[in-house]
């Protein structure tokens, strides 16, 4: 992600920019609808068999519906899409391995400080630059995550592979924003997908695979890597075309706030202040850079050629 920038693209269509955020807002929200499936799952199958043979299902789900795809990738677009495959990969493995050291919250709140991992990165890869509504919208979305997961917080072990993981994330959304082509986002998305199922039973495979032995598993499997797996990483992909990585990395904030909404609906839980108080923030924070008049320079996607 680095060299000589291109000339500066012609800015996005507002009405594909509002068609990207509301892919990425479906996005988080099937990512959210996932959490009342994963609790009682992962009592049964160990976090990194999982994610490999959900992540396997959507690539062959992938590869079913488009098999010429990944055929019609440019080799820059194959190059990236293993790379991007291999970050997000690596981030699902460590924030996994951390998530075995450190308190749910506490992994979900770190986890979330890819939203200000994502600027930083823009500033210093893309060059983006970032203006101060942003960075105040940065601190809402950061201080509604504090509010929503986090009770407690304590630096060790986990925490520092979950924090690792948190800026590979960000580096993910980054470099969407920089590769991403909307011409070609179902091929890299696939590939994406394939290099993610590999590394993950890669991490596994020592221990072996335990696969699940209820038709109810593989049901709450299958949703999981059509919708939260295949379609998902999809649509994130397409997206990215359209918006800024900033942008886009404060949208996807409302992951936990979708989840905090399904745990009550679904999940039997009671709303409270907290998830109230929370959820408002990160949504004020959306608001913040979708409403609020950007300069021009922030409105377009700075796309590298390398």
Do not use: N
């Not at 690539?59 to 790379?83: D, E």
């Not at 596994?204 to 032995?213: E, Y």
């Not at 909404?261 to 907290?274: I, Q």
């Not at 109230?276 to 609020?292: H, I, K, Q, R, S």
Request: glycine share 8%; aromatic share 6%; net charge positive.
């Amino acid at each position: 992600m680095t060299g000589p920038t291109p000339p500066t693209p012609p800015a996005t269509p507002l009405r594909t920019r509002l068609l990207a955020t509301v892919t990425l807002l479906a996005v988080t929200a099937v990512w959210g609808s996932t959490f009342p499936l994963i609790k009682g799952l992962l009592d049964r199958v160990p976090t990194l068999d999982f994610l490999a043979v959900r992540f396997a299902l959507a690539a062959v789900f992938l590869v079913a519906i488009a098999p010429r795809a990944l055929g019609r990738l440019s080799p820059a677009s194959r190059r990236h899409a293993l790379v991007l495959g291999a970050i997000y990969g690596v981030a699902q493995v460590l924030q996994t391995a951390g998530l075995a050291h450190t308190p749910a919250s506490v992994s979900g709140f770190i986890t979330g400080m890819y939203v200000v991992c994502t600027p930083l990165l823009a500033a210093l890869v893309l060059r983006t630059r970032i203006g101060r509504l942003t960075w105040l919208a940065v601190a809402v979305a950061t201080a509604g995550l504090a509010v929503l997961t986090l009770d407690g917080l304590s630096i060790g072990y986990g925490e520092a592979l979950t924090l690792v993981a948190a800026v590979l994330y960000a580096a993910h959304i980054v470099g969407l924003g920089a590769w991403s082509r909307p011409e070609e986002a179902l091929g890299m998305a696939i590939l994406q997908v394939i290099v993610i199922a590999v590394l993950c039973f890669v991490a596994t495979a020592p221990d072996g695979v335990v696969l699940p032995d209820r038709p109810g598993d593989w049901l709450a499997i299958g949703y999981m890597a059509v919708f939260a797996g295949a379609l998902a990483m999809l649509g994130q992909t397409w997206a990215q075309a359209h918006l800024p990585p900033t942008r886009t990395a404060i949208i996807m904030t409302m992951e936990p706030v979708f989840a905090a909404t399904f745990a009550v609906l679904l999940g039997g839980e009671s709303l409270t202040v907290r998830m109230g108080l929370g959820g408002l923030l990160v949504l004020a924070a959306m608001l913040m850079v979708e409403l609020a008049p950007r300069r021009k320079i922030e409105a377009e996607v700075p796309h590298l050629a390398v």
